[in-house]
């Protein structure tokens, strides 16, 4: 099955959101493959930057 999975890391200076779909048997591994997918992505920092953002005046 095909799943759209967010992952969300509140770290001590933001917090990260990382959405992903990917193929997998379950919601469980459904996560799993994503945080593979996400760890394989920062290991190249180079091949990514923002490109989007949403702005609020506090």
């Not at 919601?27 to 992505?41: I, P």
């Given at each position: 099955m095909k799943y759209h999975i967010t992952?969300?890391?509140v770290m001590k200076r933001g917090t990260l959101y990382w959405v992903a779909d990917v193929n997998a048997d379950?919601?469980?591994e459904a996560?799993?493959?994503a945080e593979h997918l996400?760890?394989?992505q920062?290991?190249?920092p180079?091949?990514?930057t923002f490109d989007d953002f949403d702005?609020?005046?506090l």
């Amino acid at each position: 099955m095909k799943y759209h999975i967010t992952l969300k890391a509140v770290m001590k200076r933001g917090t990260l959101y990382w959405v992903a779909d990917v193929n997998a048997d379950s919601e469980e591994e459904a996560v799993v493959a994503a945080e593979h997918l996400f760890e394989a992505q920062m290991e190249s920092p180079e091949e990514w930057t923002f490109d989007d953002f949403d702005v609020e005046r506090l």
